[in-house]
Nanobody, 125 residues
Framework: VQLQASGGGLVQAGGSLRLSCAASGRTFSSYTMGWFRQAPGKEREFVAAIRWSAGFTYYRHSVKGRFAISRDNAKNTVYLQMNSLKPEDTAVYYC???????????????????WGQGTQVTVSS
């Protein structure tokens, strides 16, 4: 299984970026796909997740209304559209895939089996 994250960069506060996570190596219809981030000196934190087959989405409170997670079945790719970016969104963003994750555990990184390499997002003030 491979997850290839891309789309990070430097953007001014208020700007937008779209992250992509290209998944390969198996069929992901039974998986939950997640985005996590880690800022310097901080622990990795949950950002958003999507149930691949049903399309249900989940967000951390601080990004709700600004970020949107989606997936493209034909391209086997998950996206994270990030709008109204803030300096506190600065972090390395990781995509992840997990199987059999119950709802109460969807925000827990340890439940995800596969991880991409991370892409840097820097938001300047």
């Amino acid at each position: 299984v491979q997850l290839q994250a891309s789309g990070g960069g430097l953007v001014q506060a208020g700007g937008s970026l779209r992250l992509s996570c290209a998944a390969s190596g198996r069929t992901f219809s039974s998986y939950t796909m997640g985005w996590f981030r880690q800022a310097p000196g901080k622990e990795r934190e949950f950002v958003a997740a999507i149930r691949w087959s049903a399309g249900f989405t989940y967000y951390r409170h601080s990004v709700k209304g600004r970020f949107a997670i989606s997936r493209d079945n034909a391209k086997n790719t998950v996206y994270l559209q990030m709008n109204s970016l803030k300096p506190e969104d600065t972090a390395v963003y990781y995509c992840a895939a997990g199987l059999g994750i119950i709802l109460s555990q969807i925000r827990v990184a340890e439940n995800y089996n596969y991880w991409g390499q991370g892409t840097q997002v820097t938001v300047s003030s």
